[in-house]
């Protein structure tokens, strides 16, 4: 049950949840991004480090996602593509993304992107709040557990 972290965009205070865990739990935890990630050492902590390019890192975790894995990302698109291959998708804000959500996700993202090619001031997403992390690190917990399917 490896874990599989799209890592260009993952706030440091989620990577180091997750560092905490691989290390905890002895889960094999691989983060992927077209940039280094500095990990500590150890043998359940890896880095995939992809060429830069748009969506290289999320096309290299949908070709090594098996089903059961978790993969971790606030990319819609990415998790849409690794929940049709079985894995399990939690966003860094804890929320778990699944088939009965992920279109309604890509539809909402969809418009989103439409509307700000119209030059609608959308603005961004809130900074990562203390529930947030809370959420994030229960689902982890969850999972690591058996206990998420």
Not at 115 to 134: C, I, Y
Request: hydrophobic content about 45%; aromatic content about 4%; some cysteine.
């Amino acid at each position: 049950m490896p874990v599989w972290v799209d890592a260009d965009a993952c706030p440091k205070v989620v990577r180091d949840i997750l560092v905490k865990a691989a290390q905890r739990t002895a889960v094999v935890t691989t983060f992927v991004a077209n940039q280094r990630v500095p990990l500590p050492p150890g043998p359940y902590l890896k880095s995939i480090q992809v060429s830069s390019g748009f969506d290289v890192a999320d096309d290299e975790i949908v070709l090594r996602v098996v089903s059961g894995d978790l993969v971790v990302t606030q990319d819609i698109p990415l998790a849409a593509e690794v929940i049709e291959k079985g894995a399990v998708v939690v966003t860094p804000r804890g929320e778990l993304l699944d088939r009965s959500n992920v279109r309604g996700r890509l539809n909402i993202r969809d418009f989103m992107d439409t509307m700000r090619a119209s030059g609608v001031q959308t603005g961004g997403p809130p900074p990562l709040s203390q529930t947030d992390r809370q959420a994030f690190a229960n689902i982890l917990d969850r999972y690591l557990a058996g206990s998420l399917k």
